[in-house]
């Protein structure tokens, strides 16, 4: 089984409509956090969660809001979706809390369509 | 705060040629260096990492030599095949409890058969 899990993997809605993607990790790491990939501008970071009680905001974040439901779950979402907000979206998982170096483990990916 | 620049892409390249990508970077100290891969269809993941001054990171035939005299992290392979074909990202350096990544535009690499 995977280690990092995305749900849904595929999503169309339309304007308005309000989205959560769900990000669920088996790793165990304290450190989870939210990417968009849009063709030609690579990877952002939207929020980020460095514990349970800690979330920061990324380069992107305004339209997106998170939760972190436990140190296992972190989810975004798109209050009123717009058509913009179309792109693939990543979540990753890090540890650090056991002195490792910080490498990120990605989920496989939500493709999201706003109509 | 610490950063990286890394060559523009994309780069296209012949079976069995010689792969170098540049990526440089900006920071105080000695953090931790990464190179990730993204596959058609699948997220990120490590290909290798250096968390020292002259370590080399190596894997599936890639390596990347930590050089702190031209803070420099290439990542090279002798002969690339056609199921290296990906987009590659040279991410900033970590240090700490507050380290977080930012990945950038990456490379696409395409190899020829």
């Known amino acids: 089984d995977a280690d990092v899990t995305q749900t849904p993997r595929n999503r169309i809605t339309k304007t308005g409509k309000r989205i959560m993607l769900e990000c669920s990790q088996t790793?165990?790491?304290?450190?989870m956090y939210w990417y968009r990939q849009d063709p030609g501008l690579g990877l952002r970071l939207i929020y980020y969660s460095f514990d349970v009680k800690d979330i920061n905001k990324g380069e992107i974040s305004d339209g997106y809001s998170v939760s972190r439901q436990a140190q296992a779950k972190f989810s975004l979402s798109l209050e009123s979706a717009i058509p913009n907000q179309t792109a693939l979206y990543f979540c990753a998982t890090s540890d650090w809390t056991s002195g490792n170096t910080d490498t990120q483990y990605f989920g496989p990916g939500t493709r999201l369509t706003v109509l | 705060g610490d950063s990286v620049t890394q060559m523009e892409g994309p780069v296209t390249l012949s079976e069995e040629a010689f792969l170098t990508i540049n990526c440089t970077y900006t920071?105080?100290?000695?953090?931790?260096l990464f190179w990730y891969v993204q596959y058609p269809g699948e997220g990120l993941q490590l290909l290798l990492k250096a968390t020292k001054a002259d370590d080399k990171g190596s894997n599936k035939g890639f390596e990347a030599t930590y050089r702190k005299e031209t803070t420099s992290f290439h990542l090279e392979k002798g002969s690339v095949q056609v199921s290296d074909s990906a987009v590659y990202f040279c991410?900033?350096?970590?240090?700490?409890?507050?380290?977080?990544?930012?990945f950038g535009k990456g490379i696409t690499l395409s190899v020829r058969p």
């Open positions: 790793k165990g790491h304290d450190r």
């Open positions: 991410a900033p350096p970590t240090r700490g409890r507050n380290s977080k990544l930012t």
């Open positions: 920071a105080t100290g000695y953090p931790s």
